[in-house]
């Protein structure tokens, strides 16, 4: 299995790990960390030496409540990083939902857009469209401020593979390649816990849909639910559910914590690599 983005084709034979890069004052475990660009180009370098596989860089908190930022103000966070980011040799994501920001982004570069709206906004298909750019479709409801709302389900595996099918489709559609597509259930957006739970118990359905997946766990408030954690102290909670993503057929990981997440992957890969003496 392979994705398929703008410069670079990422084999997926092995999980991969995309490092967060939030440029924004107000996301939910790093805000305010990153949001001079220098900073956040020096934290691009680190990840990388870390050994990330891709960055994702975002400029607008989708946390629940989080106030819209309009398109110039975003691009004006992330235009410098997503250039700086763009000649560390790996692939370069920005995490938005906004035509005319993914515009500017592919523009200048950008090899995947990750949208958690996955490209519904008018306009969006068609700005990504023809473009050679990887893309991750998530699933959502509703907007940050209202999503919580919406977090009613029969059956919230059925409910999320029927959305990210039909919008696997809808880009398909629209002329986007089905090598460039991965798919993402989207923890933590207008699900309770209970639903995040179940979802992480049932991924492997949604793997089967046929592209691959990418899982956010990384520091969310699920894993403060469970564990009785803040946010700084979530490490070994996130490393858990990376790990159960993974075995549940995830391809890509979204972590803020990248040297930890590879270390966790290498020892998964180390056994899978083991030949187990006594067998032929
Ligand atoms: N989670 C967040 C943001 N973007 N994109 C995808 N594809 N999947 C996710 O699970 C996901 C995402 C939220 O995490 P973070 O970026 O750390 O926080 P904030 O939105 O507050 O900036």
Redesign the pocket.
Known sequence: MHWQTRRFRLDLSRPRVMG?V?V?P??????GRHDDARAAIAHCERLVAEGADLL?I?G????PG?PRVDADSEWARIAGVLAAATQLGVPVSV?TYKPEVMRRALDAGADVI?D?QALQAPGALAAVAGSGVGV?L?HMRGEPASMMELAVYGDVVAEVGAFLAQRAQAAQGSGIPAECIVL?P????AKTSTHNLQLLAGQQRLAELGYPL???W???RTLGDITGRPVEQRLPASLAAALRAVSAGAKVL?V?DVAATVDALKVWAAVDGATIQGTE
């Open positions: 967060i939030n924004t107000d996301s939910f475990s790093d805000g994702d975002g607008e908190s989708t946390r989080a995490d990750n958690v991750c998530m993402d989207g923890y933590g957006f990418l899982a956010g990384s520091r969310k979204r803020h």
